[in-house]
């Protein structure tokens, strides 16, 4: 669904329109189509462009390359691994987050409001050096800890990274996922429970779905964005891509190649997520009243 | 015991305690986002308008600059803009004859903010701008107004509104990225947060207290946004 079809539809005007537009603006989420291209005065533009890049490749240094390529792609590996398994996380954290704030108890709902408020209120650059540095200061005066069996994994670095980036994709997607259980129209639950169905049901068949379908649009700028969050776990020694290249940084004492080539590494991933995100979401059929 | 393990001393404002070390990280952080917040709107608007009413090549040029600004991580851009754009100013300065520049960090740091600003600023800007109906600009064409002068008194008032929610998300963003600026060395309010912690070992205490200190800076900011678009929205009907 493009973006003026979205805003077409006046159920999807009343959604988040703020968050829904800072979201594109923010974070890359559709890509120049290729039969434009071959206008004039785009070619020339790509041939400037193709100069610039033959300039760089033949003018700069790139000896350094050949003996960071393994460690390079298996950075880029760590950041997919990263990318993948707390965007996951963080979706099923989400869910019972948003679901809280819209139908649960005061109890559940509060706590839910104030978790989404902190953590989009803070950097999360602190929220990993907090987890890190400060818990990862406390648990080793608890005997228990030490002795349990998680204790090796919690002296490394990476549990650190992956709780603080699901915790902050939980809580950006927890409040889409807010805004889009509180948005199914009423009359379909009021539907269900005419037939019958019990909460359970009605939750399972009926509200989480369309929820769920209500809130993919937004998937794939909070996926990039989480994408760009991924180089902050380096700050706690995780080697990820961005690890890689600031060793080779250090090591070689050059300014702009290494630098160049991660932010190319990092607009090829999103290029790719972008795709991959508009091939599924060909696949996921939208019909919206 | 909880009570015996914090010692709230550490937070006191004179030297011993760092309190007013924080305070000062905390003024730096909004300083620079202050000045990068405008900038970013000063190039955000330019960019808006260039994407809008630009030639083809402007268009492109600034399309390639918001996907590029767009598609990689704050902190790439950070360390790209910081120390290649420090060092491209400096061999300038120095094939110019002025030999080589100090540039404060507190300027590199409102620069590099402002132009990741300006990218996303472009986007909510324009968006803005195609919310105006058409027959506004083109009802100020025919009074014969010029461009400067459509844009000064149809376009930016009448988008204004349009653009609020999306612009006041920027300015939370914004502040938060400050705290990137802790991975050049800027002492803003995360680096001598660490910094603070790592002499003292009292971790916990000191990210809590910055996490505070950014919590406060959000929720006042949304105060006074929510009455900016109060005001902005005054001549709308109540939804």
Redesign the interface.
């Known amino acids: 669904m493009t973006k003026q079809q979205r805003a077409a539809t006046p159920e999807a005007r009343v959604k988040l329109p703020a968050e829904e537009s800072t979201l594109d603006a923010t974070a890359l989420t559709s890509l120049p189509s290729g039969r434009a291209l071959l206008e004039p005065h785009r070619i020339v533009l790509m041939a400037v462009g193709a100069g610039i890049i033959f300039c760089a490749a033949w003018f700069l240094r790139w000896d350094w390359l050949p003996n960071y390529a393994g460690a390079i792609v298996s950075g880029v590996g760590v950041t997919l691994l990263m990318l993948a398994s707390t965007s996951v996380l963080g979706f099923f954290l989400a869910v019972p987050l948003g679901l809280v704030q819209v139908t649960g108890p005061w109890w559940l709902s509060l706590p839910a409001q104030g978790f989404c408020t902190v953590i989009r209120g803070t950097p999360l650059l602190l929220q990993l050096w907090l987890l890190y540095y400060g818990l990862g200061s406390l648990f080793p005066q608890f005997p228990e800890i030490r002795q349990s069996v998680l204790w090796p994994y919690l002296r490394e670095a990476w549990p650190y990274g992956v709780a603080a980036l699901t915790l902050s994709f939980a809580a950006y997607e927890g409040e889409v996922m807010r805004g889009a259980f509180a948005g199914v129209p009423r009359g379909e639950l009021e539907a269900a429970r005419a037939y019958g169905m019990s909460r359970w049901k009605l939750f399972w068949r009926i509200w989480l779905p369309r929820a769920v379908h209500r809130a993919l649009p937004t998937l794939n700028g909070e996926t990039v964005l989480q994408l760009k969050a991924t180089p902050l776990v380096a700050t706690i020694t995780v080697i990820d891509v961005y690890a890689v290249i600031s060793k080779v940084r250090q090591v070689t004492f050059l300014t702009y190649e290494p630098l160049l080539l991660l932010a190319l590494i990092y607009l090829i991933l999103t290029a790719l997520l972008v795709a991959a995100f508009r091939y599924f979401e060909k696949r996921i059929p939208t019909r919206s009243a | 015991m909880a009570a015996d393990m914090i010692n709230w001393s550490l937070l006191a404002l004179e030297p011993p305690g760092w309190g007013g070390v924080l305070l000062a990280g905390l003024m730096n952080s909004i300083k620079i986002a202050l000045g990068g917040y405008s900038l970013g709107l000063v190039l955000g608007t330019g960019g808006a308008f260039g994407k809008l009413y630009g030639g083809?090549?402007t268009r492109?040029?600034m399309?390639v600059y918001t996907?590029?600004v767009?598609?990689?991580?704050?902190?790439?851009?950070i360390?790209?803009l910081y120390?290649?754009g420090t060092?491209l100013l400096n061999r300038v300065s120095a094939a110019l004859g002025y030999g080589s520049v100090d540039i404060s960090g507190l300027a590199a740091g409102i620069f590099v903010i402002g132009v990741v600003q300006g990218a996303?600023?472009?986007?909510?800007l324009r968006?803005a701008i195609l919310a105006v109906p058409a027959g506004q600009m083109e009802a100020a064409r025919a009074f014969g107004m010029s461009p400067l002068m459509i844009m000064r008194r149809v376009t930016l008032p009448a988008m204004l509104p349009h653009a609020l929610?999306?612009l006041?998300?920027?300015w939370?963003?914004c502040t938060?990225?400050?705290?990137?600026l802790?991975?050049v060395g800027f002492s803003e309010l995360?680096l001598v947060?660490?910094q603070a912690?790592?002499t003292t070992?009292a971790?916990?205490l000191f990210?809590?207290a910055?996490?505070v200190l950014?919590?406060l800076l959000?929720?006042v900011s949304g105060l006074i946004i929510r009455v900016i678009e109060a005001r902005a929205r005054r001549g709308w009907a109540a939804r």
Do not use: H, Q, W
């Open positions: 083809p090549v492109d040029l399309e996907t590029v767009r598609a990689v991580p704050e902190l790439v851009l360390l790209l120390y290649a060092d996303y600023s472009t986007e909510v968006g929610p999306g006041s998300n920027l939370l963003i938060k990225d400050t705290a990137l802790a991975v995360t947060t660490r912690a790592g070992k971790y916990m990210f809590c910055a996490g950014y919590l959000t929720l």
